[in-house]
């Protein structure tokens, strides 16, 4: 019994040498401490001892087992740590490194130039109010002192759905006519709309079946065009720079009176005459005026009491203009290239 011990201590320096990893270290441990392993195999043999030599073999035998065990956690320690700094190796970050750039999205240019229009009137204690895209012909036209059969309507080229009271607005108008009704002719009426409208319009460089328009309406007492054409300058002024003038041309609405066409001074050639103004030092940017007495009282407004302004503009048309875009359908379309390309113009700019 002493001897086979002695064998199996012999044995275990080159046994353990040969453990180069954890499946090793295990069969190793089964090799001699497994149910069926060497070591194991010499527990029966202790029955046939004298008891003398059984407490002898016995403290030899655990000695032995101590010894095996020991060294393999040894063993098994070593491993761990060895893996554990391979681990933390492979997972090192090298904060110096330049990161790794995220494609982030950003707002439609369109969105951005009206997000400041709001922004200057809301300043100016405006609300921004939503309407309905799809919408009565009453609230479109005849409310706006458009009423059926009138050649005004051929202006604008109205999309109809099922029969001629319903519409796709073609401007953005019937959300005045609406928030005066809302407000009961009791109130004063300060009010932007941005929104959606549609007109049967055929697709080109500066025409879209939908765009964008920006409505205005200030009713209140006391109020003249003069405060129309105030209001116009700073938004002027807040888009295209504190140098531009602005002035007002004698036009016609049906829903204002007086009427006027709202100009800017060219902010590309300062009046000297380019093709952005078409030679004329000046560009055209929106409709406006004086609302109409018929309306406000089709709106419960008393037209001896309140008086009011009303304007409206292409949210396409100004940032083209701003941002020198030539084609309408840019704004409308889905690759990112182009959309990058917007970015840089508005860094530019600014
Ligand atoms: N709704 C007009 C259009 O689409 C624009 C406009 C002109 C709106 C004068 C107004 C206004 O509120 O007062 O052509």
């Not at 391979?86 to 330049?98: G, N, R, W, Y």
């Not at 549609?198 to 409505?215: L, P, W």
């Not at 003038?245 to 009427?259: A, G, K, L, N, V």
Request: negative net charge.
């Amino acid at each position: 019994m002493l001897n086979e011990i002695k064998k199996i201590e012999s044995e275990l320096e080159k046994k353990f040498a040969e453990i180069k990893n954890f499946d090793d270290l295990n069969n190793v441990k089964t090799y001699f401490l497994g149910k069926k392993g060497v070591v194991s195999a010499l527990g029966p043999m202790m029955a046939s001892l004298s008891s003398e030599e059984k407490k002898e073999c016995g403290i030899k035998l655990n000695e032995l087992k101590n010894k095996i065990n020991d060294k393999l956690d040894e063993i098994k320690e070593k491993f761990e740590a060895i893996e554990l700094e391979t681990k933390l190796k492979s997972e090192a970050i090298d904060v110096t490194l330049p990161a790794t750039k995220l494609n982030i999205g950003s707002s439609n240019i369109l969105e951005r130039i009206i997000e400041e229009v709001e922004e200057l009137f809301m300043s100016m204690g405006y609300d921004v109010v939503d309407g309905p895209e799809l919408e009565e012909d009453r609230f479109n036209f005849e409310l706006l002192n458009i009423p059926k059969g009138h050649p005004a309507r051929d202006a604008q080229d109205t999309f109809y759905i099922e029969d001629e009271n319903i519409l796709l607005r073609s401007q953005t108008s019937p959300v005045q006519i609406r928030t005066m009704l809302e407000y009961k002719g009791e109130k004063p009426v300060r009010m932007i709309c941005p929104g959606k409208t549609y007109r049967r319009d055929d697709d080109d460089a500066t025409h879209s079946h939908q765009f964008m328009q920006i409505e205005g309406l200030l009713v209140d007492k006391n109020i003249s065009l003069s405060d129309l054409k105030g209001t116009f300058d700073v938004l002027a002024k807040k888009l295209f720079g504190p140098d531009i003038e602005t002035r007002f041309r004698p036009s016609y609405y049906q829903f204002t009176e007086p009427s006027v066409e709202t100009d800017i001074s060219c902010f590309n050639c300062h009046g000297k005459g380019c093709n952005i103004c078409k030679n004329t030092g000046w560009i055209t940017v929106s409709g406006a005026g004086m609302v109409h007495p018929n309306v406000l009282r089709n709106c419960g407004y008393d037209p001896s009491v309140w008086t009011g302004f009303a304007f409206g503009f292409g949210a396409e048309r100004l940032a083209m203009l701003k941002y020198g875009i030539s084609d309408i359908r840019t704004f409308y379309m889905t690759d990112l290239r182009e959309l990058k390309n917007f970015d840089r113009k508005e860094l530019n700019n600014d």
